[in-house]
């Protein structure tokens, strides 16, 4: 029994590390947010950790109280896909509003003096202070599909404590995951010097790549 839950444990982490690197909307969003707001790399990395600890928290206290309730997995599975529906269009919308919200004032900083900074402009916005919520809203909604199925897993005479495990290695797995792919974005752009000349953009830029995920999660299920 120990050997069979060792194997469903390592499977779990694979499944966590795969669907994470495939689903560009646990990354990217994140890594636009702490270029556009100036993030340090520890507060960008705690960042990472709180949404992806709040994204599968919210799919495991689904689902166990789907399993306390006795609901059907049918029941279940209907749950997930309203989350999904009303993550995928919150991202959508949002994106589609910051990313207009972002031309307007990437438009008004051309036309202003140079007597600030742009970086000193995006800390004066209060629409761009209230966006890490807005992500935090998404990523506590956003359901995580393969978790459901290791929920019940490892379940039986053994008590819990197989699906205690199985469950650690998806999160923990899918957790650093997300920090690996975030910070290599993070470091990487920075590297582009070219982007700097676009500095102005960088609102509307991450508006487009939340609108991006958002539509990816709505009508391409990731």
């Known amino acids: 029994m120990i050997n069979e839950t060792i194997v469903i444990a390592s499977s779990a982490a694979s499944i966590g590390f795969v669907h ?20 340090s790399a520890p507060k960008t990395a705690s960042y990472v950790a709180v949404c992806g600890t709040f994204h599968l928290l919210g799919t495991i206290l689904v689902g166990a109280l789907a399993i306390f309730l006795g609901l059907a997995y049918l029941n279940l599975e209907t749950v997930q896909s309203l989350r999904t529906d009303f993550a995928g269009w919150f991202l959508l919308s949002f994106g589609a509003i910051y990313f207009a919200w972002g031309m307007n004032w990437a438009i008004r900083e051309g ?31 956003g359901p995580c599909e393969p978790l459901i199925p290791l ?20 999160c ?7 920090l690996v792919c975030v910070m290599f974005f993070y470091y990487g752009i920075s590297r582009f010097s070219i982007i700097l000349k676009f500095e ?5 830029a991450t508006g487009l790549i939340l609108f991006v995920c958002g539509y990816a999660i709505q009508f391409h299920g990731h």
């Open 20 to 39: 994470t690197i495939l689903g560009p909307d646990h990354y990217l969003p994140l890594v636009a947010m702490a270029k556009t707001n100036g993030w």
């Open 111 to 141: 036309r202003r003096s140079r007597g600030s900074s742009v970086v000193d402009s995006q800390k004066n916005s209060t629409f761009a202070r209230c966006t890490p919520f807005a992500l935090f809203v998404f990523f506590i909604l």
């Open 151 to 170: 929920i019940s897993s490892g379940r039986g005479d053994s008590g819990w404590f197989p699906s205690v495990l199985v469950l650690s290695a998806f």
């Open 172 to 178: 923990v797995t899918t957790i650093l995951t997300m």
């Open 200 to 204: 102005n953009y960088m609102h509307a």
